[in-house]
Nanobody
Framework: QVQLVESGGGLVQAGDSLRLSCVAS????????MGWVRQAPGKEREFVAA????????YYADSVKGRFTISKNNAKNTVYLQMNSLKPEDTAVYYC???????????????WGQGTQVTVSS
């Protein structure tokens, strides 16, 4: 089993920053990438960012490129999402995800955490 526990969500104003964290535990050895996806009310879940577990290459959705940064701490089995210049349209439940590849994560295939709410007021 894989467990993913997110933290760091909250209510902020437009232009503010937040950092999300996700700790992975359990049978993670077969997974090669971690990432974040989000789901806004009434919308489908969408890819946000991903990073290879063993490297530094990162991937972003166009909507967050230049504002969000994904990073990881392998020693702590933790992945982060630094979100700057937040916009009301970033409001969503953010889910940490662990997948076999970045392609899998972008296709929304993988393990999921319980999600953390991010609300950006205008």
């Amino acid at each position: 089993q894989v467990q993913l526990v997110e933290s760091g969500g909250g209510l902020v104003q437009a232009g503010d920053s937040l950092r999300l964290s996700c700790v992975a535990s359990g049978r993670t050895f077969s997974s090669q990438a971690m990432g974040w996806v989000r789901q806004a009310p009434g919308k489908e879940r969408e890819f946000v960012a991903a990073i290879w577990w063993s490297g530094s290459t990162t991937y972003y959705a166009d909507s967050v490129k230049g504002r969000f940064t994904i990073s990881k701490n392998n020693a702590k089995n933790t992945v982060y999402l630094q979100m700057n210049s937040l916009k009301p349209e970033d409001t969503a439940v953010y889910y940490c995800t662990l997948g076999s590849t970045v392609v899998a994560i972008r296709a929304l295939n993988g393990y999921w955490g319980q999600g953390t709410q991010v609300t950006v007021s205008s």
